[in-house]
């Protein structure tokens, strides 16, 4: 029986300074993310969740929070495959990087990551989602490439670095997921060998 993975970016992010904060620390919602994160808690409210996850950073498990208040009885489970992605690139200006096409992977060696390694981590999770949900829905709440990736996958391609800029060209109806945006995936069969059915939808 298919699995229904609803996966979520976190809500908008307090961040004055303009920075990417990747995996830095102390990156919260703003007021405008908080509100965010309770409008998908409403487009969720009617869906059957079974299990709510979430990446260990703060944002994504404040969205997972205000997600579960919806579904009472699923606290948010903590999945490392979920974190936001590894690169050099923490702390620089976000004009600097939108300059570059948001391209904060090519060159990177470990411990840094590629899309591919993202790609690999994320498909692992949507394996134990299809194994422990078969005929159940679940959400997760991630970050943007975490959601890009997958989504590049679904409709057949390998993930490059440079792709980040020209999305549409890949059926997704939007340059990039919004804040609180959320990606639908039917998993009909092994991840690895079935591509998912997949479709976007923003909830404000």
Known sequence: MAATLHLMRHGQVHNPGNILYGRLPGFRLSELGIQQAHAAAAWLADKPIKAIYSSPMERARQTAAIVAQRHAAHSPIIDERLIEVSTPYEGRPTAELAASGWDLYSGNEPPFESPGMVLERVLDFFERVACAHAGESAVAIAHGDIL??????????????????????????????????IMTFELTGPPRETLPNVRYDCPY
């Open 148 to 181: 890009v990736f997958p989504w590049l996958y679904a409709q057949g391609v390998e993930p490059e670095a440079l792709m980040k800029d020209r999305l549409i060209d890949y059926a997704l109806p939007v340059d990039y997921p919004a804040t609180a945006s």
